[in-house]
């Protein structure tokens, strides 16, 4: 006889997720995950009571695997502050499914009254950055919201025809637009103490 499979959740929602990022949450069904596991659909109704449950469930797993990527921390030669914009690029780029789901379809959670929310953790992977330092924590949220907006654009407008050296040419743009922030803050914080 062979041995009983035990299909827990943890594994549902493991195989659910990799649906999602490799072909979209809208091809998500009790029966493809059954076909993927090699079983029924008995086990998923068992782990969850309903698949909006189950794609609530996978949401929230997208939205920590995409914060997780973001602060990864690379050997590239780039500033912190630059390196959160190229991972939110590269994200873009190789997540596809898991971009549109978070950022096209607004399954972060963003919205211009919670603008501010995606940056807490953020914050102190900005605060490494030396070109930051002295800024106020306002001042930090000001520019992570501001480069979030510009580095978006930019990453939206890659998302299905990149540029040639794309990259490149969002590192570019995301080093310019940085710079005038960054001065603009600092030029700020000047007049504040005078």
Known sequence: ????????????????????????????????????????????????????????????????YAMTYLLQKHEDAYSPFLNLGLRYFRFGQEEKKLFELLYLEGKMGITFEKMGYPFIPLLDRMKQDPRLQGLSEASLKRIGVNMWIYTHGLVSLSYSAPPQN???????????????????????NKEDHI
Request: proline letters at 3%; aromatic letters at 8%.
């Open 166 to 188: 794309a990259e490149e040419f969002v590192c570019d743009y995301l080093q310019q637009m940085g710079k005038a922030l960054i001065e603009w803050e600092h030029g700020q």
């Open 1 to 64: 006889m062979p041995p009983k499979v035990n299909f827990t959740k943890e594994r549902i929602l493991q195989q659910s997720f990799e649906i999602v990022r490799k072909e979209g949450l809208g091809t998500l069904s009790a029966r493809k995950i059954a076909l993927n596991l090699h079983c029924s659909t008995r086990p998923i109704y068992t782990a969850f009571r309903s698949m909006k449950e189950l794609q609530e469930a996978v949401i929230q797993e997208a939205r920590e």
